[in-house]
């Protein structure tokens, strides 16, 4: 299948591995970077329709097969990380990071500082509602900027995002290009405080200078397989990995962290099928001991290499 030639780098056979925290995975049939939005939309406009595309971040939140991703896989860049303050509103870039958004905000004495400790792009933080100590993406963005698989420019609500717990209902191949979000005003000061003692907290109890993707497991949503209400307080994923006798698990070179069980970790030398594999056993023997099926937060996509004895599921596949 022929492609337009864009401005941007088009690259064909790109490997993924290097663009991924976890520094696994197959190759994508073609990355494209595009320059700007006009490169982005006559990009799409004149691409085959049948042919799949990818939206791919920073690679926080991602673990790509081993066997590759047959996808256009479209990664926004320099040109999509603008971050501007107008009045009690902070308009970001998809690709502008959190951690910056966060920043600036504070410097202008507007509190977004829940994004300080999300690792990530904002285009990615708006796609999976993220949050952190208490505060989502869906407290704070009143509107996404977006082009359509078809390269349209559609512009989005926040009562039509469809944010939900991880989730917002932005089709899978459609590519945020900015997001504007609302923020109570703070003394910059204590914005600045207030995030450092984030960052400590998060210090403490995460594995930060390992390779991760943050947290592996939604927390449950407080049900049982059967659908029946749990009354539990302790509806953490780490809590019910860790009763189930799995904190520190390993199969080849993944392992779910001795410092906070719900992060999966590359030791190094994993492979994409050491990583999901440890995943799926430890959400069978979590199963087994609670009732409780983990949902995964971190997206899988591609396909498994034939040996690894993985199925590439529908709803994280492209």
Same mark, same amino acid.
């Given at each position: 299948?022929?492609?337009?030639?864009?401005?941007g780098p088009?690259t064909?056979? %790109?490997?993924l591995?290097?663009?991924?925290?976890l520094?696994?995975?197959?190759?994508?049939?073609?990355?494209? #970077?595009p320059?700007d939005?006009?490169?982005?939309?006559?990009? *799409? #406009?004149? *691409?085959?329709p049948?042919q799949? =595309?990818? /939206?791919m @971040?920073v690679?926080s939140n991602?673990?790509?097969r081993?066997?590759?991703?047959?996808?256009?896989?479209?990664?926004?860049? $320099? @040109?999509? &990380?603008?971050?501007?303050?107008?009045?009690? %509103? =902070? +308009?970001?870039?998809?690709a502008?990071l959190?951690? #910056?958004?966060?920043?600036r905000?504070a410097?202008a004495?507007?509190?977004l500082?829940?994004? $300080?400790? +999300?690792?990530?792009?904002?285009?990615?933080a =708006?796609?999976?509602n993220a949050?952190?100590y208490?505060?989502? =993406?869906a407290?704070?963005?009143?509107?996404?900027a977006?082009?359509?698989?078809?390269?349209e420019?559609?512009r *989005?609500?926040?009562?039509?995002?469809?944010f939900?717990?991880?989730?917002?209902?932005? /089709?899978a191949?459609?590519?945020?290009?900015?997001?504007t979000f609302?923020?109570? %005003?703070?003394?910059p000061?204590?914005?600045?405080?207030?995030?450092?003692?984030q960052?400590? $907290?998060?210090?403490?109890?995460? /594995?930060?200078?390992?390779?991760s993707? @943050?947290?592996?497991?939604? &927390?449950?949503?407080?049900?049982?397989s059967t659908g029946?209400?749990?009354?539990?307080?302790?509806?953490?994923?780490?809590?019910?990995i860790?009763r189930?006798?799995?904190?520190?698990a $390993?199969?080849?070179?993944?392992q779910?962290s001795?410092?906070?069980?719900n992060?999966?970790?590359?030791?190094?030398?994993a492979?994409?099928?050491d990583?999901?594999?440890l995943?799926?056993?430890?959400?069978?023997?979590?199963?087994?001991h609670?009732g409780?099926?983990l949902?995964w937060?971190?997206?899988r996509?591609?396909?498994?290499? /034939?040996?690894?004895g993985?199925?590439?599921e529908?709803?994280?596949?492209v």
């Open positions: 299948m022929s492609l337009p030639t864009p401005r088009l064909a056979n %790109r490997p591995a290097d663009l991924t925290w520094r696994v995975g197959g190759p994508a049939d073609w990355l494209f #970077q320059a939005l006009d490169d982005l939309t006559g990009f *799409l #406009q004149a *691409l085959d049948a799949p =595309v990818f /939206p @971040g690679g991602l673990i790509v081993d066997g590759g991703l047959h996808a256009v896989v479209i990664r926004l860049g $320099r @040109g999509f &990380n603008s971050i501007a303050i107008e009045g009690d %509103r =902070v +308009i970001a870039g998809a502008a959190d951690a #910056q958004v966060a920043r905000a410097e004495g507007l509190d500082t829940f994004l $300080r400790t +999300i690792p990530g792009s904002i285009g990615g =708006v796609r999976m949050g952190c208490g505060a989502y =993406v407290d704070h963005c009143v509107e996404v977006a082009v359509n698989r078809a390269g420019r559609v *989005l609500t926040q009562g039509e995002l469809g939900a717990y991880r989730h917002s209902a932005l /089709p191949d459609w590519i945020v290009t900015s997001a609302t923020a109570a %005003r703070a003394e000061a204590a914005l600045e405080a207030k995030m450092a003692e960052l400590a $907290r998060r210090d403490a109890s995460q /594995p930060v200078k390992e390779r993707a @943050g947290s592996t497991f939604r &927390n449950p949503a407080g049900y049982s029946k209400a749990d009354d539990s307080q302790e509806l953490k994923a780490w809590a019910l860790d189930a006798g799995l904190r520190g $390993r199969r080849g070179g993944a779910m001795e410092k906070h069980p992060f999966l970790i590359n030791t190094g030398g492979s994409a099928a990583l999901e594999g995943g799926e056993e430890v959400r069978k023997r979590v199963f087994q609670t409780l099926l949902e937060e971190i997206m996509v591609g396909e498994a290499a /034939p040996s690894s993985l199925t590439s529908n709803n994280s596949t």
